[in-house]
């Protein structure tokens, strides 16, 4: 879109629509406000030409979960909840077991200790005679003896687990001895010889004193001890190979919802929002036959895009029937629109009117100029709609947004434009015209959008990989409202919806910069805050430039101005 120059007409022919109204209702800029033109010079696009995080429109924040937590997937909770509920299983198991088993060797070692209690009794019921009670017949090694006699014990001892030969008491263990109740069942006690099952019982003459009986429970000990560690060594085992071969199992039964997955995520990368779109994205018959989980899920998805494929055919046939009946009327307008035209600038040049009628034919011919600007736009929004790319060339991007940012000088000197352009040419493959119609739609959308004194100022520059030509039009005007910068974009779409016709908007010149850019192989991006608005373009580099060196190249020193950087000459020289 070029801008009018001074000397002609507003809305002579050949000009076009100015762009769509994308700010607030013109008012003075606040006296205390910061003034922020002295970071224009370094301004460069912020988050690079798509925008970045925190930008509207085109670049907004990636969503994540609220709560931050990572998604688990389905095979791993299966299998996370196989191997806990085997775990506990095994856990109940083992406790079961473990009690079980205590109980039993508990059982039998009273059972031992009773017979011993009994041969001792028998044999060693008359201290008189001298005779011992480990010396009874039948006594297995390990057997524990002592008989107390008030508080006095006598014939304490015990065999020895491994020479079967008698051994004495230490004095410590008395005291746990003589605690023993006899009658009162047997009692655990941890002796100097190690832990012993103890039991008492009264001699038939109570003059005699109480017998006293133990049996070690090490053995039982080292049985329980084996046991716990034999079922922990096979539990373990058998989690390491169920987590092992359920992961396999679960895998393989959920192959078919993966690939049930595989086909809804091919369909969701589909560009579904415009164009003709084609689904031949359909599950596998093996993975889409009801009566399974998958076999169900995969049925339901193949149902779902047959629904959604014939919903995209109906919409692309009402699309494609929209466009040409657009493209039609606008091209059937434009010779009514330029008789119209022409029959009103033959009245007025070769009639006599009033001021009155004067007025009135020159409102006609600026409305006629304008509808025609506006089928025109509408003429070209179609053929790009419909794909028809024009006759595409090398062209000079510096020297496009020169041009533009002159013209739009001379029209609007009551702004500030600044131009920051690189000393080389910037090649891209593209229509000029086109081009230098976005380019001037953006400089004249930030003209007429923004108080007098606003600084504008168009920049352009390449990406540091070599790739792309980063062009960028910013102002420190009052900003976009947050609340309209997502439709900014949109078609026939004003910032201030109460505004009329007449001030030349049509809500048109943003979604033409879209479209051009786009047919281009380009993106279009637009960040907005008070004081700062920046419209960012990425463009593919006609060639790619090299990269960017991290530092910039040092010149080699000036003889002429340092003398010590000049070769030494040889004497006679």
């Keep these: 879109m070029r801008t009018t120059r001074p000397g002609r007409r507003p809305g002579s022919a050949g000009a076009q629509v100015p762009p769509e109204p994308r700010r607030r209702p013109r008012r003075a800029a606040p006296a205390a406000a910061p003034d922020p033109r002295a970071d224009v010079a370094a301004e460069r696009f912020p988050g690079g030409p798509t925008g970045g995080p925190g930008q509207g429109a085109a670049g907004g924040p990636e969503s994540r979960p609220a709560d931050g937590r990572r998604a688990v997937s389905l095979s791993r909770r299966m299998l996370t909840a196989l191997v806990s509920l085997l775990a506990l299983i095994c856990l109940l198991i083992g406790t079961a077991t473990h009690t ?5 060797l508990y059982a039998q070692l009273d059972e031992q200790l009773a017979f011993a209690s009994e041969r001792a009794a028998a044999f060693g019921g008359q201290p008189s005679r001298g005779q011992d009670p480990l010396n009874a017949p039948g006594q297995a090694s390990g057997t524990l003896n002592a008989r107390l006699i008030g508080n006095v014990i006598l014939n304490s001892g015990v065999l020895d687990h491994e020479t079967g030969e008698r051994r004495g008491l230490e004095q410590a263990d008395f005291e746990a001895i003589a605690s023993v109740v006899p009658g009162a069942g047997p009692v655990d006690a941890d002796l100097s010889v190690g832990p012993y099952r103890l039991v008492a019982v009264q001699v038939q003459d109570a003059s005699q004193g109480t017998l006293i009986t133990g049996l070690p429970l090490n053995a039982m000990h080292q049985t329980l001890t084996s046991l716990s560690w034999t079922m922990l060594l096979v539990s373990a085992a058998g989690l390491a190979a169920t987590g092992l071969i359920g992961s396999v199992i679960i895998r393989r039964a959920l192959r078919p919802l993966e690939r049930v997955a595989g086909v809804a995520g091919s369909v969701a990368a589909l560009p579904l929002d415009a164009g003709e779109v084609r689904l031949a994205q359909r599950v596998p018959p093996e993975d889409s036959v009801p009566g399974t989980e998958a076999g169900d899920v995969g049925h339901a998805l193949n149902a779902l895009l047959d629904n959604v494929e014939s919903a995209l055919a109906v919409r692309q046939g009402s699309e494609e029937k929209m466009r040409r009946f657009v493209a039609d009327a606008s091209h059937e307008l434009r010779t009514p629109l330029s008789s ?83 000393s080389v040419p910037v090649p891209v493959r593209g229509d000029a015209d086109q081009l230098s119609r976005a380019l001037a739609n953006l400089l004249s959308n930030a003209r007429k959008h923004t108080p007098e004194g606003t600084v504008v100022e168009a920049s352009l520059d390449v990406s540091p990989d070599g790739r792309r030509a980063l062009l960028a039009v910013a102002d420190d005007g009052e900003g976009i409202d947050p609340g309209f910068l997502p439709a900014v974009f949109e078609r026939f779409t004003r910032a201030d919806r109460a505004r ?73 020289a």
């Excluded at 079980?100 to 039993?104: D, I, L």
């Excluded at 033959?346 to 006599?352: D, P």
């Excluded at 009033?354 to 025109?376: C, F, H, P, T």
């Excluded at 003429?379 to 940012?405: H, I, M, Q, S, Y």
């Design 340 to 422: 119209i035209r022409g029959y009103s600038e033959l009245v007025s040049a070769t009639e006599h009117l009033s001021d009155d009628g004067r007025q009135s034919l020159d409102r006609v011919i600026e409305q006629s100029l304008r509808m025609g600007a506006l089928v025109d736009n509408l003429l070209l929004l179609a053929r790009l709609d419909e794909g028809k790319r024009a006759e595409f060339a090398d062209v000079d991007l510096t020297l496009l947004v020169a041009e533009a940012a002159r013209d739009v000088r001379v029209a609007a000197p009551d702004h500030e434009w600044r131009l920051r352009l690189p």
């Design 100 to 104: 079980a088993m205590r109980s039993s």
């Design 500 to 572: 009329s016709g007449t001030d030349g908007t049509t809500g048109l010149g943003l979604p033409i910069v879209k479209a051009i850019v786009e047919s281009h192989g380009g993106e279009i991006s637009v960040t907005s805050r008070p004081g700062r608005t920046v419209f960012s373009i990425s463009l593919p580099l006609a060639i790619p430039a090299p990269p960017r060196p991290a530092q910039p190249p040092r010149s080699a020193p000036d003889p002429a101005r340092d003398p010590a950087a000049a070769p030494a000459r040889r004497p006679g």
